[in-house]
C-alpha cells in the first residue's frame, strides 16, 4: 500500500494481527516447506525488489542505484489469512529460519473476523490461563500418627462405579429377591471424554481404541472411551472391543441407525450409553461438524450426504420436560440393551445443574450424571459461546456432590467432571481435586488430544482450527493427506504412556493422603486453597 | 499410637488387669486418656434382668437435671455404683463430681414394646442425654444399655484406675475392653476417648482412618439418629458394625468385606464373589482406609479383632480355653496371660476376623477368601 493510498476498513498491518511471523534471509533455503504446510496459507513465496544506492570513491563514476530481487515469505493481512501461531512452518524447515510469535498487545483481527456477518467459529478452547483446579492444594498428609502409603509398592484399588448403585439394604434386598439390580461397571476414573469420528480423523480413533484396548487387556486397567455424537464404525460395534466404548447419542442422533441396526450382531454390551444434553465448551448450543469435514466416510457413518455441515439442535427435539421425555430417553436406551448397559446424561456445567440431579436421584434408571465445565474443548463452536457462556465445573461438582450427601445419595449416582480437567498440564492433580470435591470421575479430551497426538491448542488462541478440517498434525481432519501424518500405532502408545503417567501421579497424590483402598470420593478434609472466598464456596480449607 | 487390650473370660474379672496390660505397654500411649468397656458383667450386675445401666460423668448440677429427666420419663434406679474420689485429683486429671453408674427399672408403660423399639429408644435417651450435657457442660454420658458399663477419663491409664479405685469387688466384668489414648488430631474430649459405643456394640481402634469424612457423610446421612457427633475418625468403626449387623442383617464376617473388600481378582475366584462384588459397590461408601487395628465386642458378648486392608498396625490374640485376650502388643498378652501355650498366639493379616464366642473356649479366625455363613 502507497502512503497516500486508500485504506480498508479490515486493512491490517502484520502488526495488527495476533500472530507475526520472523523470518530469516540469512537461513532460509527457499525450499517452500512453510508456504506448503501451512494450513491456512498465511504465508507464501514473497519477491521482494531492494534498492542499494551505490556512491563510489571519487569523481569518475557517479552514484548510481542497483536494484536486486530477492525471494522469501511475505505474511498475508487479509483477516481470511491470518496466521494461527500453529507453528508448523518452523516444525518443517531445516534451517530454523521461520517462527511465528504472539503480538505482545491485544490484535486488531478480533474486530474483523465476521466477514459476511458470520460471527468467528472455531475449534478449541477458553483459551484463559488458571483456573481454581491448579490452585487447589492436597494438604492432609499422613505423618506420624499414620504412615503414608508408598506409591510405588503398596497395592491400591484406583476403581470408580459407573451405574445406579443401590443403598446396601436396597441392594441386598433385589439380590435376595431376585428382583432388577441396575448395572455397575467398575472403571477406571479418568475417561476419554467424547470426541466424535468425524470430529476425530480416522487415524487418531483408531489410535485411540488402541490404546484403550492395550490398557484393558494387556495391562488391566479399565479405561473407557466415549465415541461422541458420530456413531461407532461398523466394525468396532461387532467386536468384543465394544465394551470398553461408552456410545453417546445426542440431539443429532447422528450414527444410531447403524448403530441400532447392529445390536442384534454385538458380542459384547457397549460399557454405557452416554446421552448428551449439553457440552461445556458451548453449553446450550448442539454439536457441530462443518461441511468441510463431511466426507464420504463420515456421511456414510453417520448416515447424511457427504459436504454439508452438521449442526446438532441444541437439545433433543423429542424432548418435551425433563420429568418424563428424559426419563424416556434413559428408558428407552435401557430397553435397547435389556437392562445391562447403564444410561446416564451429561450436561453442561450450569447454575441448574442442581434441577437436573434431583430429578436424577428421583429416576432409578439414571445411572449417572456427566456434568462438563466452561474449560472444556469443542471441534467446533462459535467464539461468543466458547469464550463467554458456562459454568466452572469445581463449584457445580461441589454443589451436587453436597447435595447428594444431604440426600444420604452420594455415589449412588456417581457425578463426573469434565472441562479444563488438565488444561495446563496438571491431569492428574486436577483430576484428584475434582474427585475429593466428589466426583466418582473425570472426562478428559484436550488433555489427551495434546499428550496423545501432539495438539497444538493452548491457552492463547494458538491453532484452533479443528473446525475447518486443517488441523496440521492430522488430530481433527478428513483429508487423508493431513491425517496419515498421524501415526495410528504412535497415538496408541502414547496413550498408554499418559494413562500409566497419570496412574503413577494419582497414587502420588493418594498415598500421602493415607488412601489406597478406594477411591478418596468427597474426601473434601484433604484439600485446601489460599483463596478465603473459594474456600468457603467449596468448603474446604483456606490455607496461607 | 493408641494401646487396645481386650480380655473375655468364663470368669469375671476386675479392670485393673485391662489397665496393667495398658501399663505394660504404656510407651504407646502418652497418657492423654483411657476408656473401658465392659460387658457380660458380674457380681451383683447379673441380677439386674436386662435393667439398662447409665455410665457417665455428672456434675451435682447434671446429676440434679438427670434425676429429674429420667424421673419425668418413668425410670426408677435399680442399682447404683458410686465412685467417691478423694477431694484433689492426681496430676493431669480433672477435677469431677460424680462418676455414675446406674441401672434403671424401665418405665411400666414399655413392658409391651417390641425389643426393637426398646432398643431405639434407650439409645435416643442416651442421646438425648449427650446432647442436654453439652449445653449446660454438666453431664457427659457413654452408654445407656443393658449390660454394659463404660469409664473413660483423662489422664495416665493406671493413675485414673488408681484414683477411682476400680478394683472394687462390685466390679467384674467378663469382657473388658480398655484403650491407652495417644492423642492425635482432635482436641481431648472424652466423645473422642476410645471403645466406642451404639447398642450394645463397643469397638475401639489404634491408627487413624483417613476415610473418615466420606464415611461420616454416607453415616449421618442414612437417616438413623444414632449415626452422629463424631468426634473421632474411629467412631464409625463401631457405627460401620452396627450397620452391617442391624441395618443389613450380616454378621461379623462380612463387616471385613464391607470396610476392607475383596480385589476383583480375588472375588473372581471367591465362592460368594456374586454376592460380594454386590456388597463392594452397593458399601463403597463405608470402605476405610489408613492403618487400623480394631477390637470390638458384640451384642451377643463376641469379641473380635480385624485388621486394615494392608495390616499396618499390631495385634495378637492368646489365652486359654476360658481366657483370651486381644492386645495390640505382645507384651501386653505376655503380661496378663503369661502361663498360655504362645505357639498357639494369633496375629490376624490383613484378610482375617478374629472371633471369640462367650463360651471362650476357642479363637474363631475367618478369612476373606473363605466361604461365607449364609444369610438369614
Not at chain 1, 461441511?291 to 457427504?306: E, T
Given at each position: ?123 478449541g478452547r477458553r483459551n484463559v490461563?488458571g483456573g481454581i483446579l491448579d490452585r487447589i ?23 470408580t462405579l459407573l451405574g445406579r448403585v443401590l443403598p ?14 441396575p448395572p455397575v461397571r467398575?472403571i477406571y476414573p479418568l475417561i476419554i471424554g467424547g470426541m466424535s469420528?468425524?470430529a ?24 473407557r472411551m466415549c465415541t461422541g455424537e ?16 461408552i456410545l453417546q447419542i445426542a440431539s443429532g442422533y ?17 460399557c454405557a450409553v452416554e446421552i448428551k444434553y449439553g457440552q461445556g465448551a458451548k453449553p446450550g448450543d448442539g454439536g457441530l ?22 449442526p446438532s439442535p441444541p437439545t433433543h427435539q423429542t424432548k418435551y420436560s425433563i420429568e418424563e421425555a428424559v426419563a424416556k430417553m434413559i428408558q428407552s436406551m435401557y ?6 448397559v447403564p444410561v446416564y446424561p451429561k450436561i453442561s456445567g450450569t447454575s441448574t445443574a442442581l434441577a437436573v440431579l434431583n430429578n436424577l436421584t428421583r429416576n432409578p434408571y439414571a445411572a449417572a450424571l456427566a456434568i462438563d465445565g466452561e474449560d472444556g474443548g469443542t471441534g467446533a463452536a462459535y467464539n461468543v459461546s466458547m469464550d463467554h457462556m458456562g459454568h466452572p465445573i469445581a463449584s457445580n461438582i461441589r454443589d451436587c456432590y453436597l447435595n447428594l450427601a444431604k440426600l444420604g445419595k452420594q455415589n449412588e449416582i456417581p457425578l463426573f467432571a469434565g472441562g479444563g480437567i488438565g488444561k495446563n498440564?496438571n491431569l492428574?492433580a486436577n483430576a484428584a481435586a475434582l474427585i475429593m470435591l466428589g466426583a466418582s470421575g473425570v472426562q478428559s479430551g484436550k488433555y489427551i ?10 491457552e ?59 477411591l478418596p470420593i468427597g474426601m473434601s478434609d484433604a484439600l485446601g486453597i489460599?483463596d478465603a472466598a473459594a474456600a468457603q464456596r467449596l468448603q474446604i480449607k483456606y490455607?496461607? | ?212 469424612v466420606p464415611?461420616r457423610d454416607f453415616?449421618s446421612s442414612?437417616g ?60 463403597r461408601r ?91
Open positions: 500500500m502507497f502512503s497516500e493510498g486508500y485504506i480498508a476498513p479490515h486493512s491490517l498491518s502484520v502488526r495488527d494481527l495476533p500472530w507475526q511471523i520472523h523470518w530469516s534471509l540469512d537461513k532460509c533455503t527457499l525450499c517452500g516447506r512453510c508456504t506448503t504446510v501451512c494450513p491456512v496459507h498465511a504465508i507464501e513465496l514473497g519477491v521482494f525488489r531492494k534498492r542499494i544506492v551505490e556512491t563510489p570513491m571519487g569523481l569518475a563514476r557517479r552514484p548510481a542505484n542497483v536494484f536486486k530481487v530477492f525471494y522469501g515469505i511475505r505474511q498475508k493481512t487479509d483477516p481470511a489469512y491470518a496466521c494461527i501461531g500453529c507453528g508448523m512452518c518452523n516444525l518443517v524447515c531445516p534451517n530454523g529460519a521461520i517462527m511465528p510469535y504472539r503480538t505482545d498487545e491485544a490484535d486488531k483481527l478480533r474486530f474483523h473476523i465476521n466477514r459476511g456477518g458470520q460471527p468467528r467459529r472455531r475449534g490461563r492444594k492436597f494438604i492432609r498428609i499422613s505423618m506420624l500418627t499414620d504412615p503414608a502409603l508408598d506409591a510405588g509398592r503398596h497395592e491400591f484399588e484406583l476403581r446396601p439394604e436396597e441392594n441386598l434386598r433385589l439380590l435376595k429377591e431376585e428382583g432388577w439390580i467398575e469420528f468425524g476425530l480423523s480416522p487415524n487418531m480413533w483408531e489410535g485411540l481404541q488402541m490404546g484403550v484396548a492395550y490398557l484393558n487387556e494387556e495391562l488391566g486397567m479399565p479405561v458420530g456413531g461407532c464404525p461398523p466394525r468396532l460395534l461387532r467386536s468384543r472391543f465394544l465394551k470398553y466404548v447422528f450414527g444410531w441407525d447403524e448403530i441400532i441396526h447392529s445390536i442384534p450382531d454385538m458380542k459384547e454390551d457397549p461438524l462443518m461441511w468441510y469435514k463431511v466426507n464420504k466416510l463420515i456421511a456414510a457413518i453417520r448416515g447424511v450426504p457427504p459436504g454439508v455441515s452438521l430397553m435397547a440393551w435389556g437392562f445391562r498440564g492428574a488430544m495434546q499428550a496423545a497426538a501432539g495438539c497444538l491448542g493452548s492463547s488462541d494458538r491453532c484452533n482450527v479443528c473446525n475447518i478440517g486443517v488441523c496440521p498434525k492430522g488430530i481433527t481432519s478428513q483429508d487423508p493427506r493431513l491425517y496419515r501424518r498421524l501415526d495410528p500405532e504412535k497415538v496408541a502408545e502414547r496413550v498408554v504412556d499418559l494413562f500409566l503417567s497419570f496412574d503413577t501421579e494419582l497414587k502420588k497424590i493418594v498415598a500421602p493422603l493415607g488412601r489406597s483402598t478406594s489460599d490455607v496461607v | 499410637m493408641c494401646r487396645l487390650f481386650a480380655l473375655t473370660s468364663t470368669e469375671p474379672q476386675s479392670p485393673m488387669r485391662a489397665i496393667e496390660a495398658l501399663d505394660v505397654m504404656r510407651e504407646g500411649h502418652d497418657g492423654s486418656g483411657v476408656g473401658l468397656f465392659l460387658s457380660d458383667l458380674g457380681g451383683p450386675w447379673e441380677e439386674l434382668d436386662g435393667a439398662p445401666i447409665l455410665s457417665g460423668i455428672f456434675s451435682n448440677e447434671g446429676l440434679k437435671r438427670l434425676d429429674r429427666f429420667m424421673m419425668d420419663i418413668g425410670f426408677m434406679t435399680k442399682y447404683k455404683l458410686s465412685i467417691k474420689v478423694p477431694k484433689s485429683p492426681p496430676p493431669g486429671v480433672p477435677k469431677r463430681d460424680i462418676y455414675l453408674i446406674r441401672a434403671y427399672e424401665l418405665p411400666e408403660e414399655w413392658e409391651d414394646l417390641s425389643r426393637d423399639e426398646i432398643d431405639f429408644r434407650l439409645m435416643k435417651i442416651r442421646l438425648q442425654l449427650r446432647q442436654m450435657g453439652q449445653e449446660n457442660e454438666d453431664m457427659i454420658v457413654f452408654s445407656f444399655w443393658p449390660d454394659c458399663i463404660m469409664i473413660k477419663e483423662i489422664g495416665d491409664p493406671l493413675t485414673v484406675a488408681e484414683y477411682l479405685q476400680l478394683d472394687r469387688k462390685e466390679l467384674r466384668a467378663r469382657i473388658i475392653l480398655a484403650q491407652g489414648r495417644q492423642n492425635t488430631n482432635y482436641a481431648i474430649n472424652l466423645y473422642a476417648c476410645h471403645p466406642f459405643f451404639i447398642q450394645g456394640i463397643a469397638t475401639m481402634t489404634n491408627g487413624e482412618n483417613t476415610a473418615f464415611i453415616l442414612r438413623f439418629a444414632g449415626y452422629m457427633g463424631y468426634q473421632s475418625d474411629s467412631e464409625v468403626f463401631t457405627h460401620i458394625m452396627h450397620y452391617t449387623l442391624n441395618m443389613l442383617g450380616l454378621d461379623v464376617p462380612y463387616y471385613k468385606h464391607i470396610i476392607t473388600p475383596l480385589q476383583d481378582h480375588d472375588l473372581e475366584d471367591h465362592p460368594n464373589g456374586d454376592f460380594l462384588r454386590h456388597l463392594k459397590h452397593s458399601c463405608l470402605v476405610i482406609d489408613g492403618p487400623n487395628c480394631v477390637i470390638g465386642c458384640l451384642p451377643d458378648k463376641r469379641v473380635f479383632m480385624v485388621q486394615d486392608r494392608k495390616k499396618l498396625r499390631p495385634g495378637v490374640v492368646g489365652g486359654k480355653p476360658g481366657l483370651f485376650a486381644l492386645s495390640s502388643e505382645i507384651c501386653g498378652l505376655d503380661a496378663i496371660i503369661p502361663d498360655r501355650d504362645k505357639s498357639s498366639d494369633f496375629q490376624p493379616m490383613h484378610l482375617d476376623t478374629v472371633i471369640i464366642g462367650p463360651d471362650r473356649q476357642e479363637v474363631q479366625i475367618c478369612s476373606q477368601k473363605d466361604t461365607l455363613p449364609p444369610i438369614h
